[in-house]
């Protein structure tokens, strides 16, 4: 119960902030390669990025992390995850066309264990507090590569996360 209230709460905030940002500027589409070190898996992140403006914007991330062969427990076994990202962005510009950005917000991780031997599933979910870094190259007012590393603050441990990823920006403003 008390996860549902967090969760229920996390989209009550991200919902709010959203009406609030009359200054919108932009949504981009994003998707990209993500590594996690703790636990080393590969993944795949699609995720949205609201820009209220030029320097401030808010991204919700969806990774999935693709089953891996595992020691779990002394045993072989399989692990998998999924994980959902809120998190703030303050862009500065390095050049024209670069920008660097630190990282701030929260996330909720679903692991999956299974032994092969016994065919046993764990689940384990937990949230975490994210801070990091990431640069952000505009090749043009569309195409937007960028690379993060993410660090994240978790409930039962902490882990560490690059992202490299590409946008694709749409701009609402009438210019």
Known sequence: MKKTIQIITLLFLFFCLIP????QHAISIDAGYIKNFHNDLNGLDISSVYYFNKKWAIAFEINRFFTAKKIIKNEEGELSALDFDLNLH???NISNR???YPIIGISHTSEKELTLATKEVHHINFFSANTGGGFLFELNKRWHPAIEFTYAWGQLFNQQFLLVNVAY???FKKH
Not at 20 to 23: F, G
């Open 20 to 23: 609030k940002a009359k200054s």
């Open 90 to 92: 303050r862009y500065f």
């Open 98 to 100: 670069l920008r660097c």
């Open 169 to 171: 920006e749409i701009d």
